[in-house]
């Protein structure tokens, strides 16, 4: 999958997500920190890229725990947020 990690998170996310065999870049990697969430966003679907703005201390782990089940919605549209009481997925547009 192919993930944009945005600047409320460490290079390190898009590190370790390339590691396990993704594709994942940081904004600061697009000279984009502190670039407004309509322009995060346009980036986002300009690289066909998921949005990654999340803080738990273990995101790439449940990332790469729950990808197969995320993955098919991710990929047709969707926002995905984690909360201690499970992942929330909810297709796009939002209504």
Known sequence: MNFLVDENLSPRVAELLTKAGNDAVHVRD????????????????????????LRPPDLVTIILANLEVLEQHLRTGAIAAFAPAGIRVRALPLR
């Open 30 to 53: 697009l000279q984009a920190t502190s670039a407004s969430d309509s322009t995060i966003m346009q980036l986002a679907v300009a690289d066909v890229r998921e949005l990654v703005e």
